[in-house]
């Protein structure tokens, strides 16, 4: 009687009882027969929330922006040197053309003289010899904060250990403090945002930062509203949690609103700061379990006191607002960042 077959059969038996490999042929089996595919919800165009401009300018002759519903057809000329949008909406739209008039008024406000950093320059509305007519504003070639920040997380800092973690940090912070300044400077103004986001700045090559889309933007003195919008479009995900998205009105949206919505945004980005998992081993590894809770109490404390402020319940009663308190925290990250790896 032959007992190789039967030697065969015991050593492939063996080996699916192997914990290790056992799991790995049933996950390649899954794999086959499309068990563990992902579930994800497809959400209906209609129900998405309302698109968002993106804050970036093409260098090209023309781009359209989506913001909302009122898309807008941008175009650009070069008079003494210096580069000039023509903005109209796309198919006429009254809604379009509404939003255009109110941002231009606002400026033309609060901006006078053309000579506010932070802000669009405003030449007002133009009529053509063919008949058409547009809204001139400045033309910016920059890049938009939200991608900026993109750009500073490549997949390869991810990857690497996060070496120089305090240095991205600090990166981020600068930008945040620059967007955050840029607000304040507009509520010195009198002027709710309504939809402040990092997609919202615009940050030229000199370091610059342009507050864009202030075409839902409310102007007030005191308790009076000077200056309305045709209609204020957010972004859902970034309201403060006392917000209905289903009802809201004007009054609603105050300094706070902006700063809690910025707060919310600048979270997101913070959660893709987390320290990597904590390392697992022996004493071999016991200087980079000390560095990873240092980031890591570091990364809490930030992201914690962040909300606190955005939800206004800083429990130290310090009063500070979110300029101070990026300020604090550039200053800090500076000195954390001299002498990491």
């Known amino acids: 009687m ?11 038996f063996s080996l699916l009882t192997l914990p290790q490999l056992n799991a790995g042929i049933f996950t390649c089996l899954a794999k086959l027969l499309g068990f563990n595919k992902k579930q994800t919800a497809q959400v209906p165009i209609d129900d998405a929330p309302a698109a968002t401009p993106l804050a970036h300018y093409s260098p090209y002759a023309e781009r359209e ?8 057809r941008v175009t650009q000329r070069v008079e003494n040197g210096e580069k000039i949008s023509h903005r109209s909406p796309i198919n006429n739209s009254p809604e379009g053309w509404a939003a255009l008039e109110h941002q231009s008024k606002l400026l033309d406000t609060i901006n006078p ?20 007519s547009a809204y001139e504003m400045e033309y910016i070639e920059g890049e938009s904060a939200y991608s900026l920040l993109n750009r500073h997380l490549p997949e390869s800092f991810k990857k690497s250990g996060q070496k120089q973690y305090f240095t991205k940090f600090l990166a981020w912070t600068e930008v945040f403090l620059g967007s955050a300044t840029a ?24 370091g610059r ?6 075409s839902g933007s409310i102007l007030r003195d005191g308790n009076n509203t000077l200056l309305a919008p045709p209609r204020i479009e957010v972004t859902y995900e970034l309201l403060p949690p006392e917000l209905n998205p289903k009802a809201l009105k004007l009054d609603q949206f105050n300094f706070k609103t902006d700063e809690y919505t910025l707060c919310k945004d600048m ?7 987390d320290p990597r ?20 109490t570091f990364y809490n404390k930030v992201k914690k006191e962040l909300m606190n402020i955005a939800l206004n319940q800083d429990p130290k009663k310090r009063k500070i607002d979110l300029v101070s308190y990026l300020q604090e925290l550039k200053t800090t990250l500076q000195v954390l960042s001299q002498n990491e790896e």
């Not at 919202?200 to 090559?205: K, Q, R």
């Not at 930062?209 to 202030?214: G, S």
């Open 2 to 12: 032959n007992s190789f077959p039967m030697r065969k059969c015991i050593f492939i």
């Open 65 to 72: 922006f989506n913001g909302g519903l009122n898309r807008v």
């Open 113 to 132: 003289n053309n000579d506010t950093p932070y802000l669009l320059k405003n030449y007002g509305k133009v009529e053509f010899s063919d008949g058409s």
């Open 183 to 206: 607000l304040n400077k507009l509520h010195e103004e009198g002027v709710t945002h309504a939809d402040v986001k990092l997609a919202n700045y615009l940050v030229t090559e000199d």
């Open 209 to 214: 930062m342009v507050i864009m889309d202030l």
């Open 267 to 273: 979270e997101s980005f913070f959660i893709l700061l």
């Open 277 to 296: 998992p904590k390392p697992s081993g022996g004493w071999l590894l016991s200087s980079k379990k000390r560095l990873w809770k240092k980031r890591k």
